[in-house]
């Protein structure tokens, strides 16, 4: 529609100056906003404004010449000249009826754009230590991630979903060491456990695991090596289990990448991935060494301070991985890289900018933070499980509330903001609760389907997709649909491809979430107010019908880009 309006008053423009009307060689370009008062219309333009000079024309005459050559068109029911020049446009019946025919013609296409135009972009979010359960954040990180690349690929980029395992580090060694001196503690041997140890449960169902697939024989073994076997024998159940949970809440990854790969000496006998970094910064002039350490010059980018890369002691920082790892993203060939962090990562930021600049990537690397959430029941804290006495995880939330309840929830505010998730509200079956209402909306849409066109209601194998398509055809007589309900319907579902481009190019998957209420909203208001399966009138019936399925696959199209099912019976 936003193209459409444009392409309205450049036509207006053309004509007026081939008339002879405007003092200008060539249209200028014509930018198309929404007016903040919907009373205005649908569009507004400035475009008289910004080109009277060039015209030598007062700003409002040039605006009043335009619109004369919209006023009349059938795809404009209004156009108006408002204050020193603004042309605000309502689009007609006509044009909005139209958008009908091309939704059902789409199908899950609809709002299909071509933002990326097919380039390669990379996306990578949850990346947490596999030393344990996943929190809560991790959860709204996974939804957000995973919508993010639903809605990139909807606009045309070529998206790959990454998970970052940190599998290096001391978090590792003392993950080995708690999880040791469980097993000899279910083993009936005394043993101190580490201070800095991990005490959750989950490290004591990991001993036991072990203990019943492996026995005692690590009892007695040289601490080193029952530590070297317990660090991957944990580690793979760990990750196994993150990779399920994700999987169980419809997220899964192309590439789960290894931080220890980055330490390792190349396949040819080279040296390290972190190495090799050092290398291309030291060539570039980004690296210099001060007290037996070595430091990258991130203050010539913008940071507020140098950072070490390698301490005097030779020992990496988490740092000098972090650029490592993101070399190797951009030799991958990705042409945009997408990091989803927790809040605790914020002062990160400046630094990793700093680094993809100085590696020559500078603008392609775009760090998304991801703030916390606060979970509640009825409106009350909650903060341990009822089960365990312990964290709520992310698996515990996901038992409770289902995957969609909880996808939908992580993402109906914005990334900078908190999340207060009420699992009480999560799990109410009423119109309080916002997944429950959309959903409904499209089970209601499916029922009205099936009864107008005859399919089996007791048959849950019935494709209503395949069957609207068939017995409603492509043809009907959509200009009967001009009221109110009917007008502000199509208006809504017209909207959306405007919102997955709003929502591609600000990594804004909220807008989804908040464009699937409002267009369920509509839906609602108009099937109050119209019926739809009027027997005395099969021409309005048939119209009608159209604008119902369309309003299907806008809603399904739009929960599918959230992650969350479109169920056809409730």
Request: proline share 3%; glycine share 8%; with cysteine.
């Amino acid at each position: 529609m936003r193209e459409l309006a444009a392409t309205l008053v450049r036509e207006a423009l053309v004509a007026a100056i081939e008339a002879g009307e405007v003092g200008l060689s060539s249209p200028p370009e014509v930018r198309i906003e929404r007016p903040r008062d919907t009373s205005h219309g649908d569009w507004a333009t400035n475009v008289a404004m910004v080109s009277a000079k060039a015209a030598g024309m007062n700003p409002r005459q040039l605006a009043e010449t335009i619109a004369a050559r919209m006023s009349g068109h059938e795809d404009v029911s209004a156009v108006e000249v408002a204050g020193p020049g603004f042309i605000n446009i309502r689009l007609s019946a006509h044009a909005l009826q139209r958008v009908l025919t091309e939704v059902r013609s789409a199908g899950t296409d609809f709002g299909r754009i071509d933002q990326g135009e097919g380039r390669r972009v990379q996306v990578e979010f949850v990346s947490a230590n596999p030393v344990g359960p996943m929190h809560v954040g991790h959860g709204r990180w996974a939804a957000l991630g995973d919508s993010m690349a639903r809605v990139l690929a909807h606009a045309g980029w070529d998206v790959q979903r990454e998970f970052y395992v940190n599998d290096q580090g001391v978090q590792m060694d003392i993950f080995a060491k708690s999880v040791a001196a469980r097993y000899l503690e279910l083993c009936g041997r005394e043993v101190e456990f580490p201070e800095e140890g991990y005490r959750g449960a989950y490290i004591t169902e990991i001993a036991r695991e072990i203990l019943g697939d492996e026995g005692e024989r690590w009892a007695d073994a040289e601490p080193a090596a029952r530590e070297d076997h317990f660090r991957e024998k944990a580690y793979a159940q760990v990750l196994a289990h993150l990779e399920h949970v994700l999987h169980s809440m419809g997220v899964d990854f192309d590439v789960w990448f290894s931080e220890r790969s980055l330490h390792q000496p190349a396949e040819d006998g080279g040296p390290s991935a972190v190495e090799r970094a050092f290398d291309r910064l030291r060539e570039a002039g980004h690296l210099y060494e001060h007290d037996g350490a070595l430091w990258f010059r991130s203050t010539a980018f913008g940071d507020d301070k140098d950072r070490v890369l390698k301490k005097a002691d030779g020992s990496y920082t988490y740092f000098a991985a972090d650029i490592a790892y993101h070399a190797d993203k951009f030799d991958r060939g990705f042409d945009r890289v997408i990091d989803i962090w927790g809040a605790d990562h914020h002062g990160y930021v400046k630094r990793m900018e700093a680094a993809a600049a100085a590696l020559g990537h500078e603008g392609k690397l775009e760090l998304v933070i991801g703030q916390l959430v606060n979970l509640f029941r009825g409106g009350e804290v909650v903060r341990m499980s009822k089960r365990t006495g312990e964290m709520v995880t992310f698996e515990d939330l996901l038992d409770e509330v289902g995957p969609d309840a909880a996808r939908y929830f992580f993402l109906r505010r914005s990334t900078d903001q908190p999340l207060d998730f009420d699992i009480a509200l999560a799990k109410e079956q009423s119109s309080d609760n916002p997944v429950y209402y959309v959903q409904y909306a499209h089970a209601r849409i499916c029922a009205i389907l099936r009864k107008a066109t005859g399919a089996d209601t007791a048959d849950t194998s019935v494709d209503i997709a395949a069957t609207a398509g068939t017995l409603l055809g492509k043809d009907a007589p959509l200009h009967l649909l001009d009221s109110d309900a009917e007008l502000a319907l199509m208006r809504k579902i017209a909207e959306f491809p405007e919102v997955v481009e709003i929502a591609a190019r600000l990594l804004a998957p909220h807008k989804l979430t908040r464009y699937a209420e409002e267009l369920a909203a509509s839906f609602h208001q108009f099937y109050t107010q119209c019926r739809v399966v009027d027997p005395d009138d099969a021409e309005l019936t048939t119209a009608r019908l159209h604008v119902v399925d369309a309003s299907r696959i806008a809603l399904a199209t739009v929960l599918g880009l959230v992650g969350v099912s479109a169920p056809e019976r409730m």
